[in-house]
């Protein structure tokens, strides 16, 4: 093996890295601290060519594959214990056209870089809410962000793929070249092979943003969210609704710190003078006893969340799709699986609003699935000692299965680690059985199943 890895780094114009080597431990280092394996090699891709050498190389010697862009997915499948991992970061190009609004994107690119290339056009594509985000796993699980109730989700917005087949073979998926497999790459997650180029619609963006919070005890929030639900069927696609709970920061009012608090709010991108009768609708909605009013630029908005989403942290979560949410399903969102709200090392959740653009498209154009959802909801841990691992873990878990009889689904890209019955929470019956048709066409050994795997109908346990 040895002899094979040496032979290897000759082959590629990108880097190898094996343990010990300078860079190992960085390169193995992804968005969960929980995360600490330790892959036979790394290749660090420059092209395609470097992909396609890597993935005939593990195929030979029966490596896992894992595939690292952003490294934001929190089991860290990205990291394969004794495998080969197939590194992206240096694959980071972005190349605007902006009279024809398109953007390509190499696969190993972060969320921040393509703001940042087609801003200077003013033009934008959906992207999800932190911008150290890899565009690959986003996109190809579906991508929600900020625009997306106006253009719809990520995958909606992409014209082409370039994507290396479990075969080692570069391949082009678009509309009317490939059809089978971009029907399945729009949300079906990294099951059929290695993207290496995306090739994005960009649209006109508002250069201002609003984000509105407002924080109640959460005694008082059931009333408001109520409301807050009502508002949502009613509210222009530039308002996307958010909200949420948990304990009170440092930065609340003395009497409030530490103890369960709701906030209900949205986020605006468009005019801002139509925004300001919606923002009164919102703020009447009870008395909240804090508010916040903040206006940013796009990009800024698309950086907001980057330090609270930092690498040091350990992270669980889990996540449900809603397709209405009822009286009861506030209660229990508020509760977050105790009797009264209260509890130790109880997770923060939060929810974001579909609709718009996102229902816009036929639901059997791509594998992206509930798109008459109203309401996401994730409930997120985050925490430093290891120790409190399996409590963590355990609260995040209770909670979520305190809203399992309202559920309608789940977002591919939320799920931990439900297995094969998160695999059919994401997909209808009929969209898997197609998705397993597409898998036995293009990787019917398996090859790529360090995801939210899609099993080729000839493959049980791997």
């Not at 594509?125 to 991508?143: D, F, P």
């Amino acid at each position: 093996m040895l002899n094979e890895t040496a032979s290897l780094a000759g082959q590629i114009d990108g880097q190898l890295l094996v343990p010990g080597d300078a860079g190992y431990d960085e390169a193995r280092t992804v968005w969960n601290a929980m995360v600490d394996r330790k892959p036979n090699c790394i290749v660090r891709c420059a092209n395609f060519n470097d992909v396609s050498t890597a993935v005939r190389l593990a195929r030979k010697r029966q490596l896992e594959i894992g595939v690292r862009c952003g490294g934001h997915g929190v089991l860290g499948s990205a990291v394969p214990e004794g495998g080969l991992m197939i590194d992206l970061s240096a694959m980071d190009r972005v190349r605007v056209d902006p009279d024809r609004r398109r953007a390509w994107v190499q696969g190993g690119t972060l969320l921040g870089a393509i703001d940042e290339a087609s801003l200077e056009h003013g033009l934008a594509t959906t992207a999800g809410n932190v911008s150290h985000t890899g565009v690959g796993g986003l996109t190809l699980g579906g991508g929600m962000g900020w625009l997306a109730r106006q253009f719809g989700l990520s995958c909606d917005n992409v014209a082409a793929f370039e994507i290396v087949t479990a075969e080692g073979t570069l391949v082009r998926a678009t509309a009317s070249q490939n059809a089978d497999l971009f029907w399945g790459l729009r949300g079906g997650g990294g099951n059929f092979g290695v993207v290496t180029e995306f090739e994005f619609e960009l649209h006109p963006v508002a250069p201002q943003a609003l984000v509105a919070n407002f924080f109640y005890p959460i005694d008082a929030a059931p009333p408001v969210l109520q409301g807050w639900r009502d508002l949502i069927s009613e509210s222009p696609r530039q308002a996307t609704f958010t909200a949420g709970v948990g304990d009170a920061p440092p930065s609340m009012p003395p009497e409030l710190r530490g103890r369960p608090i709701a906030r209900v709010g949205f986020v605006w991108l468009g005019d801002p003078d139509q925004c300001l009768s919606f923002l009164g609708a919102v703020r009447d909605l009870g008395r909240p006893v804090v508010e916040g009013i903040e206006e940013a630029s796009y990009l800024e908005l698309q950086r907001m969340d980057d330090d609270e989403e930092g690498h040091h942290l350990r992270r669980y979560w889990k996540g449900h799709y809603f397709r209405e949410f009822s009286d009861d399903a506030i209660e229990a969102f508020l509760l977050r699986g105790t009797p009264d709200g209260h509890g130790d090392l109880l997770p923060a959740a939060s929810l974001q609003a579909y609709g718009g653009a996102i229902g816009d498209v036929p639901d059997e154009d791509a594998a992206f699935s509930h798109r008459d959802t109203l309401v996401e909801f994730v409930a997120a841990a985050r925490w430093t000692d290891p120790t409190e691992d399996d409590q963590r873990m355990g609260v995040a878990r209770r909670y979520a299965t305190s809203l399992d009889r309202y559920a309608a689904g789940a977002y591919v890209n939320v799920l931990t680690d439900e297995g094969q019955a998160g695999v059919r929470r994401a997909y209808p019956p009929a969209k898997l059985a197609r998705l397993t048709a597409l898998k036995d066409a293009y990787d019917p050994d398996n090859v790529f199943h360090l995801n939210h795997n899609i099993r080729p109908s000839g493959v049980v346990t791997k």
